[in-house]
């Protein structure tokens, strides 16, 4: 993932080092909440566009770098974000009627999972558990720690999380750079544990950086985004959309990118026939991060079971890409991909940007939510027939 906070334009190396990129970070970081304040007031949300039948609007704009969102069965829809605050939007017929922040000074909480009257929160290194939460949005109750066991770093630390239909709460864990090598069975991996934080293990390896993933609703089987490495140039290596129906797969980082680059560095010894193929290929430097399958009735049936993706966007090509949703049609084999833009205009023609797309979530009446960091907003999709 192309994170705002770490991998960022003018660092030498794409992680803060030296005191001259620890002030970048700072001065970046301070960019990005400016940006928010201004936009938040006036966002220009006439200027998305969308298929025939399609509807945008702002749900909330006061969410300040929202993340991952999780929606609990009493309509409390959760954002992580990345500036140490987790969010909580009471929803009624697609409106927020109350705003309430559960907690604060957490390590950069991108991501929220629900979990039998729970909510789970990520924050680098820990796993957090808010315990009837529900019920307690004006005095949140102290959090329980699920783990402290993962790494400390920050490169690629932010942690979108879900619970799969095993039960177990799945955790990633991104390479903690932009390319090298490091022990494959702690990163650039997908592990999954025990809801209580036991019985952690690796599942996948060979994932530079995921920072979206989803099951599929028929088969069960997991999918997800891959974010592929920089400085190959601005058309390679494409993100991925991968398939993992089995645990024990390698999708070949940092051997292989897109399943036919090899590394300059890595892969002499490793052909990319060693490991798995992605599904997709979503194209250089478009930071795909959330993604959901639409299993709703709102949208035209054509759009069932169809994939939806944010793109974050690129930083450190010459022409900027992404900061858009995408939608993926596939079968549930993985095969026949189809892409196409769903929603774009974050993007203006003379490459200002006004949000960057993190995460897409259904809710129960069909509509698609949006989350947007980069502008503090949270957007709400719908369709009515022409």
């Known amino acids: 993932m192309k994170t705002a906070f770490l991998t960022m334009p003018g660092l030498r190396s794409g992680r803060p080092d030296s005191r001259h990129d620890w002030l970048f970070v700072i001065a970046f970081f301070l960019m990005n909440l400016t940006a928010t304040a201004a936009t938040a007031a006036s966002l220009p949300i006439g200027r998305i566009k969308l298929p025939p039948g399609f509807h945008i609007e702002v749900l909330a704009d006061n969410v300040p770098s929202a993340r991952e969102m999780a929606l609990s069965p009493k309509g409390i829809l959760y954002a992580g974000s990345i500036d140490g605050h987790v969010y909580a939007l009471e929803l009624r017929a697609g409106r927020v009627t109350a705003r309430h922040v559960i907690a604060s000074g957490l390590d950069m909480p991108a991501g929220v999972a629900w979990r039998d009257g729970a909510l789970y929160v990520s924050a680098v290194s820990k796993i957090l558990r808010f315990d009837a939460i529900d ?10 720690v699920v783990t402290d066991r993962l790494p400390t770093g920050h490169h690629h630390g932010l942690k979108f999380i879900a619970f799969g239909p095993d039960g177990k709460l799945y955790v990633p864990q991104g390479a903690p750079c932009n390319i090298c090598l490091p022990d ?3 990163y650039a991996m997908l ?5 209580d934080g036991s019985h952690y293990e690796t599942i996948a390896r060979g994932i530079r950086n995921t920072v979206g993933f989803a099951w599929h609703p028929v088969t069960h089987e997991l999918w997800f985004t891959d974010n592929g490495r920089d400085m190959l140039g601005d058309d390679r290596p494409d993100d991925e959309l991968n398939r993992a129906p089995r645990s024990g797969m390698d999708f070949g980082y940092p051997f292989c990118h897109a399943g036919d680059i090899a590394d300059p560095e890595f892969g002499k010894n490793h052909p990319c026939s060693e490991f798995t193929p992605p599904v997709a290929k979503l194209g250089a430097h478009v930071a795909s991060l959330g ?24 930083w ?25 833009v769903f ?44």
């Open 291 to 314: 993604m959901r399958f639409y299993t709703g009735t709102m949208f035209p049936t054509d759009y069932r079971n169809n994939i939806f993706i944010a793109e974050h966007g690129s």
């Open 135 to 144: 019920d307690h949005l004006a005095d949140p109750p102290k959090p329980a």
């Open 343 to 386: 929603a774009q205009g974050w993007l203006m023609p003379d490459e200002s940007v006004w949000g960057r797309p993190a995460d897409v979530l259904p809710l129960p009446d069909g509509s698609l939510l949006i989350s947007d960091d980069y502008a503090g907003a949270i957007y709400r999709v719908t369709w009515t027939a022409p």
């Open 316 to 340: 450190n090509r010459s022409r900027k890409v992404g900061y858009r949703v995408m939608r993926v049609i596939v079968n549930a084999d993985g095969s026949n991909p189809r892409q196409e």
């Open 184 to 186: 494959r069975d702690h």
């Open 191 to 195: 592990g999954r544990m025990d809801a």
